[in-house]
């Protein structure tokens, strides 16, 4: 008797015959003639300058962790979601209680501008500020 | 030994279905994308240009397929066979009608949402691998959209699993016997539609391509069968995505009697297909950043929202 996540193991496994099956089959049909301006990068016909792995907005890096943030909190309404039913109201006003403490992080990210691609300008504090006696701008 | 047997001729006439609907859905996508064009699409090959596919398959078999000198060899195959498999395999878990299930799994909205984010790789590599700029940019686009929308993805189910108490796709059918779920659940579908939209990268949320900024984006290094295998997989995507929304919200198999079970499944699943190529037709692309504000300043609390009204609602009662 197979279980079912047998089946899924054998749907794994005949998806990669599948697909092995295309690459393989057309490595053999397709044709090969490499030119050098075929071999070169394609940029819309202009010739690349510099590194192709350039440098990137360091947003893309934040997204990424808030996201690492919000997933957690997915897994943790998961299976929360499956028995709340018999838990009740107190494990209800525990999850509210746990969701406002995630929205006020969320609260923080999004008025320090993370969430927005143009981001406002940082203050950068400058020595005089350091001066005692005299008020920051 | 029978069964393994059985089982594998059971899968391999899924994916061979499956594989034969997404070629299909290149032909539907032309045609319907011709009629709200007022052109005509594809009517040459064969009778109402239906053979059109066939010949787009030799095409993409007998066309060159270059890996780039500069390219990582290894990691630049790979990216596609990944967004292929983990799409076919998630098939697994869609109830077709009550006696067409490949494996009924206990755990199966969960096993969608893991294999939905392993599709992430697939941009992320094969972007990366590439060693072209505009690749690069389009997998990063592609990883932040797909990990933002994933997030919501997966809230927008929770409304669904609390009214089931089960992550069974069966389960989830039958509990939509008096009601389907789009009526208690309307948030969690429309929160849902655009997520797995964006996860697909589909128009309007094909940013990580964007042909007329990055042209092409991650995949504009790769031709032939590697090519043709990102093509299938977005519109296997699709089919992916109408198929859990009408699981999902719409009631899967179930209808009135005159038709059967698989019927009305089909009749659904395609109804979502032309609708979401009526939303390619219509609507523009959206800006990065009006993308993401989007999804984390307004579906974020919305989903937020949905989880716990929904869940007060069922305490109450």
């Keep these: 008797m197979i279980s079912e996540f047998g089946i899924i193991l054998l749907y794994f496994i005949l998806g990669f015959v599948f697909v092995g099956i295309a690459l393989v ?16 990068t394609y940029e819309c016909g202009e010739i690349p300058i510099g590194e192709p792995w350039v440098r990137f907005n360091v947003r893309f890096y934040v997204i990424a962790l808030i996201f690492l943030l919000f997933d957690v909190e997915v897994v943790f309404l998961l299976p929360w979601a499956i028995v709340f039913k018999g838990l009740g109201w107190f494990a209800f006003i525990e999850m509210i209680i746990f969701v406002v403490i995630l929205l006020v992080g969320f609260a923080y990210v999004w008025g320090k501008g993370d969430l927005d691609w143009e981001r406002p300008k940082p203050y950068i504090a400058k020595l005089s500020d350091l001066v005692i006696g005299k008020k920051k701008q | 030994m029978n069964e393994t047997l059985y089982y594998s001729l059971v899968i391999a006439g899924v994916l061979i279905t499956l594989l034969t609907i997404a ?104 972007g990366w691998a590439s060693n072209n700029k505009y690749s690069l940019l389009g997998a990063m686009r592609g990883a932040a959209q797909m990990l933002s929308y994933e997030v919501f993805m997966g809230l927008s189910l929770m409304g669904v699993v609390m009214m089931t108490g089960s992550f069974s796709m069966v389960d989830i ?51 032939g069968m590697k090519f043709g295998m990102f093509f299938v997989g977005e519109y296997l995507a699709i089919t992916l995505i109408s198929a859990l929304v009408t699981t999902l919200f719409f009631g899967g198999w179930l209808g009135p009697d005159f038709l059967p079970p698989l019927a009305w499944f089909t009749i659904k699943v395609f109804a979502f ?30 989903s937020l929202i949905n989880i716990l009204v929904t869940g007060a609602i069922l305490l109450s009662k």
């Design chain 2, 23 to 126: 070629a299909g859905n290149i032909y539907i996508e032309r045609r319907l994308l011709s009629v709200w064009q007022d052109r005509l699409g594809p009517n040459r090959v064969g009778p109402f240009g239906l053979l059109q596919v066939v010949a787009d398959i030799i095409k993409i078999f007998t066309k060159e397929d270059w890996i780039p000198r500069f390219a990582d060899r290894v990691v630049f195959v790979l990216a596609p066979a990944i967004i292929l498999i983990t799409i076919l395999i998630t098939f697994a878990i869609i109830p077709f009608s009550p006696d067409i299930v490949v494996a009924d799994l206990n755990i199966g909205l969960l096993f969608f949402l893991g294999l939905s984010s392993l599709g992430a790789y697939s941009l992320v590599l094969g």
């Design chain 1, 25 to 40: 089959a057309a490595y053999f049909i397709r044709p090969s003639h490499p030119n050098a301006i075929k071999n070169s």
């Design chain 2, 273 to 302: 297909i032309a609708f979401i190529i009526l939303l390619r037709a219509a609507l523009p692309r959206p800006r990065y950043d009006q993308l993401l504000g989007f999804g984390w300043k307004i579906l974020l609390p919305l």
């Design chain 2, 173 to 223: 059918v039958e509990a939509q016997k008096n009601v389907w779920f789009v009526i208690p659940q309307f948030a969690g579908f429309v929160i849902f539609l655009i997520a797995g939209l964006a996860e697909s990268h589909r128009i309007p949320f094909d940013i990580p391509e964007s042909e007329s900024e990055l042209i092409a984006g991650f995949h504009s290094e790769y031709s």
